[in-house]
């Protein structure tokens, strides 16, 4: 009785390329969000650090910080999507936004795939986003 086939999953399943391609155009726009989420993020947290957080500034500064939150959650859905990511990877990745300085380092993560794949499809990719066809 040999069994080894049967026990054994075929390779080709763990090699799998998705049914579609990644659209870059898509990747592009969630990219866009998060470098502004991200920009947003930094902005805060460096004045944060340089002025503090004196009461008068307390609501705009929650208000700014609710901002980028919501933001980098769209983003970070949209990025999942556009990628085509597991929605486990997903998920870890919306719930690292509520994680102090985890959420940066997710959202430079996520950017740095995007600019792989947009690079891939031959995109002109800069720091402030990405333009289609490299020129």
């Not at 155009?25 to 947003?40: D, G, M, P």
């Not at 993020?41 to 008068?56: D, F, Q, T």
């Not at 509520?98 to 600019?115: D, K, Q, S």
């Amino acid at each position: 009785m040999n069994n080894e086939n049967a026990s054994t999953p075929p390779a080709a399943a763990d090699n799998a390329q998705p049914a579609e391609p990644v659209d870059p155009a898509r990747v592009a726009s969630a990219q866009r969000l998060l470098i502004i989420a991200l920009a947003i993020v930094l902005v805060v947290v460096i004045a944060e650090y340089a002025i503090g957080r004196p009461p008068a500034m307390r609501t705009a500064s929650l208000v700014v910080d609710i901002a980028a939150l919501v933001l980098s959650l769209v983003g970070v859905v949209r990025m999942g999507l556009a990628l085509r990511l597991r929605w486990w990877t997903t998920a870890l990745c919306f719930v690292a936004m509520f994680v102090g300085i985890l959420n940066i380092i997710v959202m430079g993560w996520l950017n740095a795939r995007a600019m792989k794949v947009l690079r891939e499809a031959g995109w002109k990719v800069g720091f402030f986003g990405s333009k289609r066809g490299g020129a």
